[in-house]
């Protein structure tokens, strides 16, 4: 029998992880691994408290290990991300803001231009995932410590969640946020509730799509479009 896929690999961040027969510590210990062993996850099982367990492979076998002990550091499967739902309540009103857009108005935070999409809402619409994915940073603060000092975000509150072919999305300007740290979430997902936080002159989310793979030395680094992944999700919502 074939082994399951390979969905990412991790990194132990702990001194020392017990490998487990199930996802969970009521099941008995099978062997350990180390700080900085490398594991190639197959499977995530959401725990109890919201927080997975991963199934990696042990020889011919599986082992279970507790998620928030490792630090992620491939997504495998290539570039084969697409949005699975829309961010917001609305998906037939008009962008807010396109991407790239008043380059005067964000010249003073050193870019060309909007580097992301906004959406108009109401402050604690439901702010959806928009695909399956792990939370790898939640801001439930809109504070940030820079430069000896805690500041203002400009994103104020927010989540951030890495997705498959390590594409990674942002939802700013959060009321509320409703997710924690490691938690896997599964597209349409409540990750907060849209407000008007940092940077923010109202309710508006501020979405935006980031890929360390695809990044360039200059305009837009890391930044995707996300346009052309919205409007086919729409595309294919239409064709239903």
Known sequence: MSQPKVQKIVEVRSR??????GPGTSFPVMNRRMRGDELKVVHAHPGPNGRAWYAFLVGYGIGWVYAPLTRHIQTMGGDKFRIEHWPTPFPQRPYNQGFGQRPERYEKFGLPGHEGVDFAV???DRIFSV???EVYQV???????????WVDHPYGLHVRVLHAGDYKTVYAHLSRVDVKKNQVVAAGDVLGLAGSTGNSTGPHLHFTMKNATRSTSSWPYDIVNPTPYLEAW???????
């Open 16 to 21: 020392i992880l017990n490998v487990r027969m």
């Open 122 to 124: 109401k402050t604690g």
């Open 131 to 133: 695909a399956a994915g």
């Open 139 to 149: 801001n439930s603060t809109g504070r940030v410590f820079r430069g000896g000092e």
């Open 234 to 240: 729409r595309t294919r919502e239409r064709a239903l």
